[in-house]
C-alpha cells in the first residue's frame, strides 16, 4: 500500500516561513503530479501548488510569488516552502499524490492533513 506522511506544520507569525514535507511510503516506481491542498472549515479544498514529474509547475494567484513546490523524485517527497505567509494562509494542508506504477499501486492518494496557522 502507499502511505503519505506530512510534517512541517505548525504556528507561525504573519511574516514568517514554515517549510511542509510529505513522503510518500511503498513500493512505488512511479509518480505523477504531486501537490498540495488546503481547507479551512465551510469551505472547499483548494489546490495551492503542484508539480509534474517533469518538473512543471502551478500554483494559485493566492500565492503566486510566496510559495515554492519542489519534488525529490528519488525519496518520492514533495515539498511546500511558504515564505511572508499571511493569517489567510492559516488552514489545514494536505500533500496528493497519483501512483502511476507499479499497476497494483495506481491511484490516487491523500496525507492526513497538517495545520498551518499564521497568527500574531
Known amino acids: 500500500q502507499v502511505q503519505l506522511v506530512e510534517s512541517g506544520g505548525g504556528l507561525v507569525q504573519p511574516g514568517g516561513s514554515l517549510r511542509l514535507s510529505c513522503a510518500a511510503s511503498g513500493r512505488i516506481s512511479g509518480i505523477s503530479p504531486m501537490a498540495w491542498y488546503r481547507q479551512v472549515p465551510g469551505k472547499q479544498r483548494e489546490l495551492v501548488a503542484r508539480?509534474?514529474?517533469?518538473?512543471?509547475?502551478v500554483y494559485a494567484d493566492s500565492v503566486k510569488g510566496r510559495f515554492s513546490i519542489s519534488r525529490d523524485n528519488a525519496k518520492n517527497t514533495v515539498y511546500l516552502q511558504m515564505n511572508n505567509l499571511k493569517p489567510e494562509d492559516t488552514a489545514v494542508y494536505y500533500c496528493?499524490?497519483?501512483?502511476?506504477?507499479?499497476?497494483?499501486?495506481?491511484?490516487?492518494?491523500w496525507g492526513q492533513g497538517t495545520q498551518v496557522t499564521v497568527s500574531s
Open positions: 496528493n499524490v497519483n501512483v502511476v506504477a507499479p499497476i497494483p499501486l495506481v491511484g490516487d492518494y
Open positions: 508539480i509534474r514529474s517533469g518538473g512543471s509547475t
